[in-house]
């Protein structure tokens, strides 16, 4: 399990986590929701080891990630970050290929086949050979998705971990979806997920856990069908909301 306990983060004078705690499980997807400036990037950085908590302590597999190699926590944990900045003109295929790295694979035929799967299962094969500085951003987005799935892709003798920083924001319907989905498949194939997301509708819909943010604090923890009440997503973000349910007994959150 890849848990924070009792994280604490300031810099410059504020606050941005305090006291936070929160797990990521084998085989479930758990969605952070909040209003912008909540923490949920600082948390997921966190996580992902990027951020060393000022108090508290994370761990994978209760062993603290400080004490980890990178390469042996980069097998275990990718993460796709809100931004990317890489501007070189690498290939698709090359800048999904980079997942692999912290394997130590010469180029042959087991990583071509692992990142051209993972090419295909965010449905960008047809761009492997296109320039990354050239793609819309809605296409690096789905090449970088692709990227971390092939950094975990095989067959794990211990659970692998994805952290996703608002993965959806600059996708279209359909691959929202299509990313939503795959949340979904990794998390059945044993892998744990952590989702910064915006849409609790989203969360409703694919996520199994949901914890609210505000103001670096935790607001609420816990399945979201539970979490995901009208009455406190209205306090959270400050707007009336409603819970509607269609013919189909399938639930929508929307302003009322």
Not at 174 to 182: E, G, I, M, P, T
Request: glycine content about 10%.
């Amino acid at each position: 399990m890849l848990a924070a306990h009792e994280v604490t983060i300031q810099r410059s004078g504020r606050r941005l986590l305090a006291g936070v705690s929160l797990s990521v499980a084998p085989g479930q997807v758990h969605a952070i929701l909040g209003p912008n400036g909540a923490g949920k990037s600082t948390l997921l950085g966190v996580l992902a080891g990027d951020l060393p908590p000022d108090s508290g302590r994370v761990a994978l597999d209760d062993r603290d990630l400080s004490n980890w190699d990178l390469s042996a926590l980069a097998r275990r944990r990718a993460v796709l970050p809100q931004q990317e900045s890489l501007r070189f003109g690498f290939t698709a295929a090359e800048v999904v290929s980079l997942g692999r790295l912290p394997w130590g694979e010469a180029d042959g035929d087991a990583q071509r086949r692992i990142v051209s799967e993972a090419m295909q299962a965010t449905g960008v094969e047809a761009m492997a050979a296109q320039r990354y500085p050239t793609l819309s951003g809605g296409e690096r987005a789905r090449v970088q998705l692709a990227r971390v799935l092939a950094q975990l892709a095989g067959d794990p003798a211990e659970p692998r971990y994805l952290l996703l920083d608002e993965p959806t924001a600059s996708l279209d319907l359909a691959h929202q979806y299509q990313c939503l989905r795959q949340m979904r498949r990794f998390a059945a194939d044993g892998g744990g997920v952590l989702a910064v997301l915006h849409d609790p509708n989203q969360a409703l819909a694919f996520a199994d856990r949901v914890t609210l943010l505000q103001h670096g604090r935790l607001v609420a923890s816990g399945a979201a069908a539970e979490v995901l009440s009208a009455e406190r997503l209205s306090a959270l973000y400050g707007i009336e909301l409603g819970v509607h349910v269609s013919a189909s007994g399938h639930r929508l959150i929307a302003p009322v």
